[in-house]
């Protein structure tokens, strides 16, 4: 119970109510990230002092994405800071609403964290207002005129507030401190500890695996007394087929068959991972040679060009990456990129945003490429319900872009072991290696069915209290 038992309620949305309990204990609200994998936002409150891990985008269904035009559920000028814990948009993407709503305060993140977020900002605004602009063009929104969800003018305003911070160093705001800690996901990704005189919260972010090829592991958990930790994987343990020998297969079945290997990827994170893995395939000559590979993002180039400058925050030393970026060709403009649909060069590799076919030049690769048998099509990542990658997953045989239908004939291959998030076992071990044990572990970051599995195996296997966060819920600790 809080000291003064004071209690406000705040509505968020149309009918979820949550509760602020303001006293000397920490306060944790769920206003994101909570019952889905999307939108990520956790308040933590001790007496006045209020920050704010993460504020993410809501992505996926429309019942979802429709919830980024809704109330944040708190008052954002009344937040003090804001911890980003990586660059992904469903942790960093709602940043400029929370700023257009009058968030002045600092954003604390690590440098790579920073540098990915600018780029994956302002390319989240300039696609808000495209879709706006199209919508208003071809007539089809409710609204009139079409607004976008912010503006690239809205998301700069985000940049000066940006703080890059070290990992370990731990820095007060008001009543409550934080320090970050490696997560292991993407680059610069990181883990909170928030503390206040008496309470410690540790917010794991997303987690990355043990065995990721570029990233290093992430850290054991700090001593807390309460762990919020990450459930995407929490109902499944990647393929024991590793994501190199996958790729192998794939590239020397299209080297067969003469035909091209699309993968849909992120730019920002699987995109790395992917051309690092294919080039070391070519230099230990398990595939040939000569076989080209397009990297087809703006964003990604952008992306790639920091994991050399960061390399202290991956496995490969200087000038490693670069020297991977020096085998792959960029397809620099959207001329290029036609031009790519049309050559007749074969086989060929050709890696291309967006990961789950929502958008981007991939959609182009996929209405050339995918009524072809003899091309393979390689989704190397989650593909959210609702999205073309998901309809594909299940099974679909033609796809609407742009309009109109398009047939898949290619194979349609997925696997998981690309992923840049801790599976289940990764997960268990991950918090069996806390400093201490905590009294409480909430899931958050995970579709039910996953979050529930996850909560039975670990209350199973490490005997911790485990519930699933609710989205609105309020725990005081
Ligand atoms: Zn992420």
Not at 79 to 106: R, S, Y
Not at 149 to 158: R, S, W
Not at 269 to 297: C, D, T, W
Not at 345 to 372: E, N, Q, W, Y
């Amino acid at each position: 119970m809080s000291f003064f038992g004071l209690v406000r309620s705040v509505l968020i949305g149309d009918n979820r109510t949550a509760k602020i309990e303001i006293g000397e204990t920490v306060n944790i609200e769920f206003f994101g990230g909570a019952e889905t994998v999307t939108g990520s936002k956790f308040l933590v409150q001790e007496n006045e002092t209020r920050i704010l891990v993460d504020c993410g985008m809501f992505q996926g269904l429309k019942r979802l994405r429709l919830m980024n035009w809704e109330s944040l559920g708190f008052d954002a000028a009344k937040i003090d800071a804001v911890i980003l814990t990586h660059a992904h948009l469903d942790h960093c993407g709602a940043l400029p609403i929370l700023v257009k709503q009058g968030f002045k305060g600092p954003i604390y993140c690590t440098e790579p964290t920073l540098e990915l977020a600018k780029i994956i900002l302002l390319d989240s605004a300039k696609i808000q207002e495209e879709d706006a602009e199209y919508a208003n063009r071809k007539g089809f929104s409710k609204h009139h005129p079409a607004l976008a969800l912010y503006t690239v003018k809205e998301a700069e305003n985000v940049l000066p507030l940006m703080k890059a911070i070290s990992l370990h160093q731990e820095r007060k705001v008001g009543d409550l401190a934080f320090t970050l800690y490696g997560s292991g996901h993407i680059l610069g990704a990181a883990s909170a500890l928030v503390s206040s005189s008496t309470k410690k919260v540790y917010f794991s972010g997303d987690l990355g695996r043990y065995n990721d090829p570029l990233m290093f592991p992430p850290e054991a958990p700090p001593a807390a007394d309460v762990i919020i930790m990450e459930s995407t994987y929490g109902d499944r343990d990647h393929s024991l087929v590793s994501s190199k020998d996958f790729l192998k297969e794939c590239i020397l079945e299209v080297c067969k068959s003469r035909g091209v290997l699309l993968i849909p990827s992120f730019s920002v994170g699987r995109m790395q991972n992917l051309l690092h893995e294919i080039v070391e395939l070519k230099r230990s000559e398990e595939i040939p040679g000569q076989v080209p590979i397009f990297a087809n993002s703006p964003m990604g180039d952008e992306a790639s060009a920091l994991y050399e400058k960061f390399h202290d925050f991956h496995r490969l030393g200087s000038g490693q990456f670069a020297e991977v970026l020096s085998e792959v060709h960029s397809v620099k403009t959207a001329e290029d990129s036609k031009n790519l649909n049309e050559t007749l060069s074969r086989p060929m590799i050709v890696v291309a945003a967006s990961g789950m076919l929502t958008g981007g030049r991939i959609l182009h690769h996929v209405k050339s490429f995918g009524g072809d048998p003899r091309n393979i099509l390689l989704l190397a990542g989650f593909q959210s319900a609702g999205t073309r990658g998901a309809s594909l997953l299940e099974g679909a045989r033609e796809l609407k872009i742009h309009g109109r239908m398009h047939p898949i004939n290619c194979k349609v291959v997925a696997s998981d072991s690309f992923s840049a998030h801790a599976d289940r076992n990764d997960l268990v071990t991950w918090l069996k290696s806390a400093e201490r044990v905590p009294q409480r572990v909430l899931l958050v970051h995970g579709e039910i069915s996953a979050a529930e599995a996850l909560r039975s195996k670990i209350q199973a296997e490490a005997g911790i209290e485990t519930e699933i966060a609710k989205l609105g819920q309020s725990i005081t600790i």
